[in-house]
Nanobody, 114 residues
Framework: QVQFVESGGGLVQPGGSLRLSCAAS????????MGWYRQAPGEQRELVAT???????IYVGNVKGRFTISRDNAKNTVYLQMNSLRPEDTAVYYC????????WGRGTQVTVSS
């Protein structure tokens, strides 16, 4: 059974940076396209960024130019570098495969506030 464990969240001021990590286990990580998702209070979970098995990256919405997704297949880990953070980036961040979606982890809370 595939599992994802997210880490690296926290409280940061507007304009600050965070680097999220997601450790995957239970499947052949390198074969799958991976994504970062987020869910703000009262909102549906949304896709933030994806990276294919061979490293092609796609960003969704207003994170373009601010967030960078990357992966280390040797460590079964996917990262999300978040710069120029805004209050509207406040959410619980999750990683998962793009398809098929696996079980959701607990996520990591990112709070952007002064």
């Amino acid at each position: 059974q595939v599992q994802f464990v997210e880490s690296g969240g926290g409280l940061v001021q507007p304009g600050g940076s965070l680097r999220l990590s997601c450790a995957a286990s239970g499947s052949i990580f390198s074969l799958y396209d991976m994504g970062w998702y987020r869910q703000a209070p009262g909102e549906q979970r949304e896709l933030v960024a994806t990276i294919t098995s061979d490293g092609i990256k796609i960003y969704v919405g207003n994170v373009k130019g601010r967030f960078t997704i990357s992966r280390d297949n040797a460590k079964n880990t996917v990262y999300l570098q978040m710069n120029s953070l805004r209050p509207e980036d406040t959410a619980v961040y999750y990683c998962n495969r793009v398809r098929p979606i696996g079980p959701w982890g607990r996520g990591t809370q990112v709070t952007v506030s002064s």
